[in-house]
């Protein structure tokens, strides 16, 4: 079936770095990606989203860049926090809200 | 009204107990989905609700696994006949219509053993 995976599973940076973290999707069919971070014990929270007629989007610290054609997006955080440090899920929405999940990529902030 | 609100945050029951969570979502929020995720990997979806229709379920909600959402607001989901298989953080998110943000809660932790 279709599915929505990661490429890296870890990601280790310096406190102060950028952070790029990325996202393979297979179903071309797809037009709504969003971002999530999870940390230890809490559910999934909404960091920032992009629909499929856009290639970039930016929020606070957090750029998504979508590349329809090699079907991959990738997840930038700018000066890259302690309070960052969590796991990080690409999702796919489909009709009705319901999500895809990646199976997420764990980042690592060093102080 | 905080958020998404998940009870118990935590069960360990015997194999082969029932056990029934609980998910009360943002008050205004029409739309209620249960989410299974497992060490390691990203949430599942089990089924949701639009009010108190359930709109979709999974395949992976077998026979044992029932929920309800009777009056449009808290949801119940039910896993009869627990197995270990069972084991894993239940989460229940909630939105309004429309492409709008989902709200998690914090999950029901399910042991079973």
């Known amino acids: 079936g279709e599915n929505v995976g990661l490429h890296l599973p870890t990601l280790s940076v310096q406190e102060g770095d950028n952070s790029i973290i990325n996202c393979a999707y297979s179903n071309s069919a797809s037009d709504y990606f969003i971002w999530y971070k999870q940390e230890s014990g809490k559910g999934p929270q909404f960091i920032i989203d992009i629909r499929s007629n856009m290639d970039k989007r930016q929020g606070q610290r957090v750029t998504v860049l979508l590349n329809k054609t090699v079907k991959h997006l990738s997840l930038q955080i700018a000066a890259t926090q302690p309070g960052d440090s969590a796991v990080y899920f690409c999702?796919?929405?489909?009709?009705?809200?319901?999500?895809?999940f990646g199976q997420g990529t764990e980042l690592s902030v060093k102080p | 009204d905080t958020g998404v609100s998940q009870n118990p945050r935590h069960k360990i029951t015997k194999r082969g107990q029932n056990v029934t969570f609980r998910c009360d979502p943002i008050s205004e929020h029409n739309r209620l989905y249960w989410y299974r995720q497992t060490l390691g990997q990203g949430p599942e979806f089990l089924t949701y609700?639009?009010?108190?229709?359930?709109?979709?379920k999974s395949r992976l909600l077998s026979d044992r696994f029932s929920a309800e959402r009777p009056k449009g607001s808290f949801s119940t989901l039910e896993i009869q006949r627990t197995e270990q298989g069972d084991s894993a953080m239940y989460l229940c998110?909630?939105?309004?219509?429309?492409?709008?943000?989902?709200?998690f809660g914090q999950g029901t932790r399910l042991t079973v053993v």
């Open positions: 998110a909630s939105s309004g219509e429309g492409n709008t943000e989902a709200f």
């Open positions: 609700f639009q009010n108190e229709a359930q709109l979709e």
């Open positions: 999702a796919e929405k489909y009709q009705g809200g319901k999500l895809i």
